[in-house]
Every structure is written in C-alpha cells, then in structure tokens.
C-alpha cells in the first residue's frame, strides 16, 4: 500500500482514493484536481552522486510534498515509480484556488537538499494538472482525468525554458 522507498502511498492506493475522490467530487460539486510531478535535473544527481542520493532526494521530495497538503485526511501524496508523484486535491472551489498550492510545491521543490554527505543538490519540477468538475460533466471516468494530467505535464517539460511557472493546467485545446 505504501511505497517501499518513501512511505507515501503507492499507485495501488492512488488508483483506490481516486476512485472515492471521483464520487465524492460528483456529490459535493466541488472540483477535483490531479497534479502530476516529473523531477526536473533528478538523473545527474544518480549519475553524479550515486543511487544512495537520487533515493535520498526522493525520500526528501516526498516528506516535503506531505507537509504541504491542505487537509491530510482528503488530499493524497503518491509516488508512481521513478521521479513521478501525483497530488490529488479535493474539494477544490475554484481553478483560481489551486495555483497558490502548486506555487507552494514548486517552491518546497525547488529549495536545495543537503545529502547526509554533504553535498548540496537542487531539483526542478513539471507541474500538469487536470480538473474534474462535476458541474460541467467534462469528464467520464478517473482514467480520463489522469490522461489530461498527462498531457498537461508533457506541455510542462516541453516548454521548459519558456514557461512562467512550473505548471500547466489541461486545457482542451491540449487534446490529441
């Protein structure tokens, strides 16, 4: 249930919250959010200081990306495997509500890590999001959702060097 590395919860457990989150989301009216990470500069850390400190940062990313959730026993941290995590947000009132908390991500991201070596490292991030609103119908089902993320995060780490800020949030002119 939990991932082995950073003890937050695994897909398995993502895939079973996101379940619930679609149905509460249809009840409540509210939106759901997905936010899909990607480290950004993560491979040169293994590359440069070993596995040991690619897992340190991992296990960092993780603690950090937990204390910035909003409620603890509604949004969900989960790592998908490699430099990959999801933040799933609940009960969200507005699109313009998210981007102080993706803000905080990017920062809490952002800020270097110091090793048990020593050394000093610092990570990026790629931020796509997706939004579930339930009053608009726009999506069918949890797998769609988690789709647009996906896209929303490939337009992220495809313009890099001229985004504003680390996120893009889905829009349907994305659509393939």
């Not at 270097?112 to 726009?138: C, E, Q, R």
Request: hydrophobic share 40%; net charge neutral.
């Amino acid at each position: 249930m939990t991932d082995i590395l950073t003890g937050i919860p695994n897909r398995r457990v993502l895939e079973k919250e996101l379940e619930r989150a679609f149905k509460r989301t249809k009840r409540s009216k509210k939106l759901l959010a997905i936010c899909m990470l990607d480290l950004d500069n993560f491979k040169p850390i293994n590359d440069t200081y070993g596995h040991d400190a690619g897992d340190e940062v991992l296990k960092t990313i993780a603690n950090r990306l937990s204390s910035i959730l909003r409620f603890k026993d509604m949004d969900i941290v989960a790592r998908l495997g490699g430099d990959e995590f999801i933040v799933l947000l609940e009960s969200v009132n507005t699109k313009d509500e998210i981007c102080p908390i993706l803000e905080r991500i990017e920062k809490s991201i952002k800020t270097p890590i110091k090793l048990s070596s020593g050394n000093v490292v610092s990570v990026g991030i790629s931020i796509g999001v997706a939004l579930f609103d339930p009053n608009k119908d726009n999506i069918n089902n949890k797998e769609d959702l988690i789709k647009m993320a996906d896209l929303a995060l490939y337009e992220a780490k495809a313009h890099k060097e001229d985004r504003l800020s680390s996120y893009i949030i889905y829009e349907d002119s994305m659509k393939r």
